[in-house]
């Protein structure tokens, strides 16, 4: 593949490389220019407004990667590396481009080659190889960064690459399976073996042999084991891949086995190092063992996580107690509780309990506080455990303290519109009594107060709203403006630089103080506090979690040691399914808007088969077999209702996030009167949106009967606890979702960069990055305020040729910093006036980020919302990587971009339900009155007498209490 450029060899390939990818030749969807969708249809953005005197490209470079690994040491093909480059037509022109290529920094001695001087540029790419090879005494971990350069008259782009030598550098990993669930870094032992999944990487050039050690700890015996279960002490591991610059880590086994005389109940660190033979490079990790009495439990096992559960006058707690027996025959457990304070109950679900041999059982104990009891007062108890013949088997230490604060609990359905909640069984019309798509939402509505016309906050967005519902702040305030990722900027050779989500992000104000959440409240009236968040969406959960008020942010690859691994499953499919046949599979290859998958085929001939498996693979299977990124609702509801047991938290919120993930690649179905029946050759008959026949309405419906059944399932277990009706409860959503307008019903998904590069804007010399995610895009780092404001013109001058609207229509609202500050397109001379106010004044205005932050996260200079059912088509990586693309290292796929079957972030996606239930709070009541989500949090804290912070914008409703 060196010898050949990756797109010349793709043509070679034929309708045989078609077939492979899943593609027929003649169906095979456009890769550049302004033809989007497939071949055929007559699609297409075009501006509406001429073009300003700014300097703007005709030609641009691309290379799917701008860093690469050589290895030092002797042998050229070791210390060489090659770039595959296009040098794309902006506009056709018969004038050669010259090239050249020179070192810009780094030591001497590094030579650079290019294929070809001079390309001509017409209607199509041409490719060029640059070749850069390293000197021999080149040194581990040195960096180079070389200037690719084309001039064309006075026309003038350059590209910048890095090189880094590294020949050979071990990568240790918690491991992961082909589901992407990570193992737990704690193991819990009786005395048994237990193991750990790592997984070891070479960050290299080259394959090494690595040596590898276990710091074994005093009373432990361990084994490295490899795939094959055969005992090492060395591993070889393959370097990185050449072209895609991916690891390929070899699994590894960790076994441990405490001995008689070690420890008890004790966090014991076990170091294992890898050491590279060639260079010396070494990394480390560390995992933990506890070694526990046959029973034990979280809240007594020493070093892990001890803690006093809080509870109410009157009320109850509860703890897990965990049973093990090491025994070859069945053994029973005589159980005593002992050390009561008068006045207060505990209970045993059981006192006398069978545990069949090698296995583990679970006994909850409750403990009630008594009813005039006294706010600070306190319980320590123990239970104790003996075997048959008296011989004692553990004894474990639990506590209780009074408050005066009720459970508070958060019960989100992700992107859930409050229209699904008038739908009958069937979906297709109004419900009533007996006939409802979600039945056990109806019956909690019965319970508390419902707005009937609830918002969420702008972008209608996932993260974001998340957050303002713990915190009553705006956008702009909170700090993420965005989804899973945020964007710091771009490197020395232009790659993309991101902040993941970390509560550390959140800040506002002049001196960036850091967000007060519901979490941080709660700790300063209770400082024992339990806070947990759990969700689908792994991202969501790192945003909050920071070990200290939020304890826990669970998801489906970081989880509580008593906490089972999510199984796969299939997505639009769920446990509750009664009709689960899948008549219309959509593959992840239909929703390429502009790429080509045969782009895929080096991938899958170089042995990467998983990804010839996500080709073929319906989407809701390719996504379900990624339980670690994305698990089902299922195992999120099951590990809530286990998190309750175990902890009982204090302030505990859940997001069922599968309705959202169903509908991006499904579509929404809250409106009856989109749809319509239609007869199949093949399937028989099917409801077909009048959006996009991409849509399947049966399999988001499903998606949602399961998230009811779900959310019937946790207030279940708050039911059964006795505290329904002494608990705070909140239900809402995030935002909702509609289906988008698919290409060959007449709409185009609208390409933000390659809109701007037909312009020839082009990045990084006229902006930072353009970044979209289906309803709603933002563009960085303008170069000038003549060029932002050409791209400003020219977005609000895109046009497309509307089904409905007819031709000529404008889909896009665009922000500027005035924009941000008062919400409105004000200008923009083709939007009527009722959609010109897209946001609040200042919702999206960030004082911290915009003036006041260095060497961060950098705020969006332009905002762009998309009208009518029309979508930004997201980078490549976004989907395939299973997360926001934003920061991901550029692939052969980030040239692409993707659409979604259902979107949202405008307007058109900010209808939720939002519920309050309690004490002191209404029952079986409607609000028709407007609302929005960051009303809650004042709200809640106004009912428990709590000062509300002053990032908490909204409204305090004193109407839903009781005695209103």
């Not at 506009?91 to 001497?108: E, F, W, Y």
């Not at 698919?742 to 990055?769: F, M, N, V, W």
Request: aromatic share 8%; glycine share 8%; hydrophobic share 35%.
């Amino acid at each position: 593949m060196n010898k050949m450029g990756r797109r010349t060899f793709l043509k070679g390939m034929g309708c045989t490389a078609a077939v492979i990818a899943g593609e027929t030749a003649a169906g095979k969807l456009t890769s550049t220019g302004s033809a989007y969708g497939s071949s055929g249809d007559n699609l297409r953005m075009y501006s509406t407004v001429e073009a300003h005197g700014i300097d703007r490209a005709s030609f641009d470079f691309y290379t799917d990667h701008k860093s690469r690994i050589v290895a030092a040491g002797p042998g050229d093909k070791e210390r060489e590396a090659v770039f595959e480059i296009s040098v794309n037509p902006i506009s056709i022109s018969n004038i050669p481009i010259m090239l050249t290529a020179v070192q810009q920094s780094g030591p001497k001695g590094f030579r650079v080659e290019l294929s070809r001087e001079q390309v001509v540029l017409k209607k199509n790419s041409q490719e060029i190889e640059c070749r850069i090879i390293a000197p021999a005494g080149a040194e581990e971990k040195t960096e180079a960064i070389f200037k690719i350069s084309g001039q064309r008259d006075q026309e003038a782009q350059e590209l910048l690459l890095r090189i880094k030598v590294l020949t050979a550098a071990p990568r240790w990993r918690m491991g992961k399976s082909e589901t992407y669930v990570e193992d737990q870094p704690q193991k819990i032992s009786i005395g048994e073996t237990i193991r750990y999944r790592l997984s070891l990487g070479n960050l290299g050039h080259i394959a090494d042999l690595f040596d590898i050690r276990v710091e074994k700890p005093d009373g432990w015996t361990t084994r490295l084991l490899d795939g094959k279960e055969k005992e090492i002490s060395t591993i070889k591991v393959a370097p990185v891949s050449g072209m895609f610059q991916w690891e390929y880590p070899e699994e590894i086994w960790l076994e441990a086995t405490p001995e008689r005389h070690a420890v008890r109940k004790t966090n014991i660190p076990i170091m294992v190092r890898a050491r590279s033979i060639t260079t010396g490079f070494t990394d480390e990790v560390t995992v933990h063992a506890f070694y526990s009495e046959p029973l034990f439990s979280l809240n007594d096992l020493d070093g892990l996580d001890p803690r006093r559960h809080y509870v109410q006058p009157g009320l109850m707690t509860s703890y897990v107690l965990h049973l093990q027996s090491l025994e070859p025959q069945n053994q029973i457990f005589h159980l005593q509780i002992q050390g009561i304070p008068a006045g207060w109950k505990a209970v045993l679900a059981e006192d006398r309990v069978l545990v069949n041999a090698k296995e583990r059982k679970e006994i909850q104990v409750t403990v009630t506080a008594p009813q005039g009891a006294k706010i600070g007062e306190t319980c320590i108890c123990q239970v104790a455990a003996r075997s048959e013949t008296g011989q004692r088997l553990g004894t474990v230490r639990l506590q209780a303290e009074v408050t005066d604060v009720p459970k508070i609990y958060f019960l989100v359905i992700d992107s859930l519109d409050y229209r699904y909640l008038s739908l009958n069984r069937n979906g297709d019309g109004p419900g009533k009594e007996n006939d409802w798509l979600c039945p056990n939402i109806q019956r909690h509505l019965q319970k508390g107060v419902s707005f009937t016309h609830a918002e969420c906050g702008m972008p209608a967005a996932t993260d974001m709203n998340h957050t303002t519902i713990v915190s009553g702040a705006m956008t702009g305030t909170l700090g993420a403006y965005w989804v899973s990722g945020y964007y710091a900027g771009l490197d020395e050779v232009g790659d993309i630089k991101v902040i993941r989500p970390k509560p550390d992000v959140m800040r506002y104000g002049s001196e960036g103080k850091k967000l007060q959440r519901i979490f941080d409240i709660a700790k300063q009236h209770c400082p024992d506090a339990r806070s947990v968040m759990i969700s689908n969406k792994p991202w969501v959960s790192h945003l909050h979690e920071d070990g200290d008020a939020v304890k826990w942010g669970i998801t489906g690859s970081h989880f509580p040691v008593y906490a089972s691994p999510p199984p796969q499953y299939v997505l639009g499919d769920p446990p509750s399914d009664t009709n689960p046949k899948d008549q219309r599979p959509i593959k992840p290859k239909e929703l390429v808007v502009n790429g080509n998958p045969l782009e895929l085929l080096p991938q899958v001939l170089s042995g990467d088969f998983f990804l010839l498996k996500a080709i073929i693979q319906d989407i809701g299977e390719f996504i379900g077999s990624k339980p670690g990124d994305f698990p089902d609702d299922r195992w999120i509801a099951d590990t809530t209702c286990q998190v309750i047991r175990e902890e009982d938290p204090d302030v505990l919120y859940v997001n069922l996030a599968a309705t959202d993930e169903a509908g991006h690649v499904y579509g929404a179905a809250w409106d009856p009167d989109e749809w319509s029946k239609a007869n199949g050759f093949l399937f028989g008959s099917h409801w077909v949106s009048k959006y996009s026949e991409q849509a399947r309405r049966e399999e988001i419906l499903d998606v949602i009967r399961e998230a009811d059944f779900r959310f019937g399932q946790i207030v279940n277990q708050i039911k059964d606890r006795g505290m329904l009706d002494h608990s705070l409860i909140v239900f809402t959503a995030d935002h909702s979702m509609i289906t988008e307008g698919y290409c060959k019903q007449g709409y185009a998904p609208l390409d933000i960069k390659e809109y701007l590069r037909s312009q020839g804007i082009i990045s990084p010399k006229h902006y930072g990055t353009a970044w979209a995610l289906n309803h709603w895009a933002t563009i960085f780092d303008v170069r000038d305020d003549a060029v932002r404001e050409e791209i400003r013109r020219l977005i609000q001058g895109m046009a497309v040729d509307d089904p409905v609207e007819g031709p000529e229509f404008h889909p896009c609202i665009i922000l500027n910093d005035e924009g941000i500050r008062t919400g409105r397109d004000a200008d923009n001379p083709f939007l009527p006036e009722i959609e010109k106010q897209i946001t609040e004044p200042d919702e999206l205005y960030s004082e911290y980020y915009m003036h006041h932050a260095k060497d961060s996260i950098h705020w969006p200079e332009l905002c762009i919302f998309f009208r009518s059912h029309y979508q930004a088509a997201t980078p490549g990586d976004a989907m395939i990587r299973g997360v926001n693309g934003m920061g991901e290292k550029a692939t052969l796929l980030s040239k692409n971009s993707l659409r979604l079957v259902g979107i949202h972030g405008s307007k058109l996606t900010i209808r939720v339900p939002m519920v309050f239930s309690g004490p002191g709070i209404g029952a079986g009541r409607e609000i028709q009155s407007s609302a929005r989500l960051h009303d809650i949090l004042p709200t809640l804290c106004h009912i428990l007498g709590w000062k509300i912070p002053e990032t908490a914008v909204g409204k305090v409703w004193e109407e839903i209490r009781t005695a209103t």
